[in-house]
């Protein structure tokens, strides 16, 4: 039984920081890529940041290049999502993802950006 549990989501000003964290359970963490995804309200989901198994590579949208770092620590089973800069549009809720088929979807973390 595969589970992600995200969290470190919250309220913030633009310009602001916050760092999101997934707990990943159910699978051999290492061997598998991570993705973080958000949606937002009225929006379908989009793909923000990828990570390869072992951390060595990265991947991010346009939208949050140079503001965002995902990374991960294969020892905790956790990937994590740096989100500095923030703004407006960055609102959203913020899901974590396995590169793996089916696919399983947690709770999710509501990331709102305030004016």
């Known amino acids: 039984q595969v589970q992600l549990v995200e969290s470190g989501g919250g309220l913030v000003q633009a310009g602001g920081t916050l760092r999101l964290s997934c707990a990943a359970s159910g699978f051999t963490f290492s061997s598998y890529a991570m993705r973080w995804y958000r949606q937002a309200a009225g929006k379908e989901r989009e793909l923000v940041a990828a990570?390869?198994?072992?951390?060595?590579?990265?991947n991010y949208a346009d939208s949050v290049k140079g503001r965002f770092t995902i990374s991960r620590d294969n020892a905790k089973n956790t990937v994590y999502l740096q989100m500095d800069s923030l703004k407006p549009e960055d609102t959203a809720v913020y899901y974590c993802?396995?590169?793996?088929?089916?696919?399983?979807w947690g709770q999710g973390t509501q990331v709102t950006v305030s004016s």
């Open positions: 993802n396995v590169v793996r088929l089916p696919t399983y």
């Open positions: 990570i390869t198994r072992g951390g060595d590579s990265t």
